[in-house]
């Protein structure tokens, strides 16, 4: 079993940035073997990939809506994970998730562990 803590949600001005959080943790959870990801989910809407990053960090990817404006980054030593925002809009409000793939993925399915979301409202 592997559990996902997210935390830096909250609100900011449009133009501001935030930076998210994910600890991950698990009696014999080997965390640098696996991709992490972060998704979205705003209000009345699905849930959205937002970014991803391999096990070692050398590779990542980003939904294009915020290609350039977030950076995702990883701590195997501390077993997290992170999301960079900058230059954030009010159609970036929304619960940010982050989850565990044995893939790099896009596609929620392909996710196999979730934490609880954290709240990111941005104001105009």
């Known amino acids: 079993q592997v559990q996902l803590v997210e935390s830096g949600g909250g609100l900011v001005q449009g133009g501001g940035s935030l930076r998210l959080s994910c600890a991950a943790s698990?009696?014999?959870?080997?965390?640098?073997?696996?991709?992490m990801g972060w998704f979205r989910q705003a209000p009345g809407k699905e849930r959205e990939f937002v970014a991803t990053i391999s096990g070692l960090g050398r590779s990542t990817h980003y939904a294009d809506s915020v290609k350039g404006r977030f950076t995702i980054s990883r701590d195997n030593a501390k077993n997290t994970v992170y999301l960079q925002m900058n230059g954030l809009k009010p159609e970036d409000t929304a619960i940010y998730y982050c989850a565990v793939s044995r893939r790099l993925g896009i596609q929620d399915y392909e996710y196999d562990y979730w934490g609880q979301g954290t709240q990111v409202t941005v104001s105009s």
């Open positions: 698990g009696r014999t959870f080997a965390f640098s073997i696996y991709a």
